[in-house]
């Protein structure tokens, strides 16, 4: 068995899809746990002010934990208030292109001079918004939303690192596969030998069962790929990184969209003509069910989107609220129960993790194996 280097260009491409709503991700959903109150006291007064209770801390841990954000912290110190970590690049466009390092907003606390722009994290909906060099934030008395003009945001936030990340080790990986298999007469070698069951298992219980021997090769490269970019992402989720690519709304509605338009794009007549004319019900039925198939056209790839994106973020809600728990009991009984209870959803979001990546993979697997089903297959219904 020899893996080509198509799988290469559906890497390329769930990035490219991926980067930019990632990127808005930040303007539209994610990084609510950032704090500025220094450049927001003005205008907020005083409103929004740090937790301080021990169940307000931990949910804005949680928070924090599942989110994204501008820099990548790995940890604080309590004492110091110094973080340990690395800035991101933001890249914003207003007026022209605007690119700082995200250290200029300094975790949030701090307004940040572009040009002669100045822009701010606002630590309620952790997007970035245009401002004064007070870092005035004006809200909406009726919504209490910001009013401020918001840059379009197009930077690498740490989801986005994070797909970065593992798109190159994805490259690394299965191009060092395919070596072997060249060099060696069809065997693996090295860390290929863990991924070679993996890949025949793709291949032989989800792309042959469901599309067909005769058009599974088409698909393959697709299948491979989002079946281990997924699982990556999710197995980088269960690292104390802080990373939640795949509980990330707009990563799953990204995959959603490259396994919608490989569907619909690569369909043949039957596939339409069973949508639009079904055959084998009479024909007044025919318009009734139309609208509705048509309809399991749009909600296939949405079911796509929402299973994996709630399953895995609600996986990390709920770890992280039991490890949380230890610190609300401060008793060795409470605390050694929520360790253990956190050591077992652990170990079971290691299952979730695969399980996720195959049910996503055999689900785009089933749809292109309806998109290209032959006619034959209908005779038995008329």
């Known amino acids: 068995m020899v893996i080509s280097n198509k799988p290469l260009r559906f890497i390329l491409a769930a990035l490219v899809a991926c980067l930019p709503l990632m990127s808005f991700s930040n303007s539209e959903k994610d990084s609510a746990h950032v704090q500025t109150e220094t450049a927001h006291e003005a205008a907020s007064e005083g409103h929004h002010a740090e937790p301080t209770d021990v169940k307000s801390k931990i949910k804005a841990f949680i928070g924090h934990h599942v989110l994204d954000s501008h820099d990548f912290t790995l940890t604080q110190d309590d004492e110091t208030g110094k973080y340990y970590?690395?800035?991101l690049p933001?890249?914003?466009?207003?007026?022209?292109?605007?690119?700082?390092?995200?250290?200029?907003?300094?975790?949030?606390?701090?307004?940040?001079?572009?040009?002669?722009?100045?822009?701010?994290?606002?630590?309620?909906?952790?997007?970035?918004?245009?401002?004064d060099a007070a870092g005035t934030i004006t809200e909406d008395e009726k919504t209490g939303h910001p009013t401020n003009v918001r840059p379009i945001d197009f930077s690498i936030t740490k989801t986005v690192l994070s797909i970065i990340v593992a798109a190159l080790l994805m490259f690394l990986l299965f191009t060092s596969l395919a070596k072997s298999y060249a060099k060696n007469g069809g065997i693996a070698s090295g860390v290929?030998?863990?991924?070679?069951?993996?890949?025949?298992?793709?291949?032989d219980e989800v792309a042959i069962p469901n599309i067909g021997e005769k058009h599974y090769k088409r698909y393959m490269?697709?299948?491979?790929?989002?079946?281990?970019?997924?699982?990556?992402?999710?197995?980088?989720?269960?690292?104390?990184?802080?990373?939640?690519?795949t509980g990330n709304?707009?990563?799953?509605?990204?995959?959603?969209?490259?396994?919608?338009?490989?569907?619909?794009?690569?369909?043949?007549?039957n596939y339409w003509g069973h949508i639009f004319w079904m055959p084998g019900?009479?024909?007044?039925?025919?318009?009734?069910?139309?609208?509705?198939?048509?309809?399991?056209?749009?909600?296939?790839?949405?079911?796509?989107?929402?299973?994996?994106?709630?399953?895995?973020?609600?996986g990390h809600i709920v770890l992280m609220s039991i490890i949380g728990l230890m610190f609300i009991f401060k008793s060795w009984i409470g605390s050694t129960l929520s360790f253990g209870l956190s050591f077992v959803l652990s170990i079971l979001e290691i299952l979730v993790a695969f399980l996720q990546a195959y049910i996503f993979t055999m689900l785009s697997a089933l749809y292109f194996g309806s998109a290209v089903e032959e006619h034959h297959h209908e005779e038995g219904h008329h």
Request: aromatic fraction near 16%.
């Open 281 to 314: 019900v009479p024909k007044p039925m025919r318009i009734i069910l139309a609208p509705i198939e048509l309809l399991g056209v749009f909600i296939k790839p949405f079911s796509l989107m929402i299973r994996l994106y709630a399953n895995i973020f609600a």
């Open 90 to 131: 933001v890249i914003l466009w207003d007026n022209g292109l605007q690119i700082f390092s995200s250290s200029k907003f300094n975790h949030g606390h701090a307004v940040a001079e572009s040009n002669g722009n100045y822009y701010v994290i606002n630590h309620h909906d952790g997007k970035i918004y245009k401002t």
């Open 192 to 203: 290929g030998r863990f991924f070679e069951p993996l890949v025949i298992f793709i291949r």
């Open 221 to 245: 490269s697709y299948l491979l790929t989002i079946f281990f970019f997924v699982l990556f992402l999710n197995i980088f989720g269960l690292t104390p990184l802080g990373i939640n690519a």
């Open 249 to 269: 709304f707009t990563v799953t509605f990204s995959l959603a969209i490259l396994t919608f338009l490989i569907t619909n794009l690569s369909a043949n007549k």
């Open 85 to 87: 970590g690395f800035p």
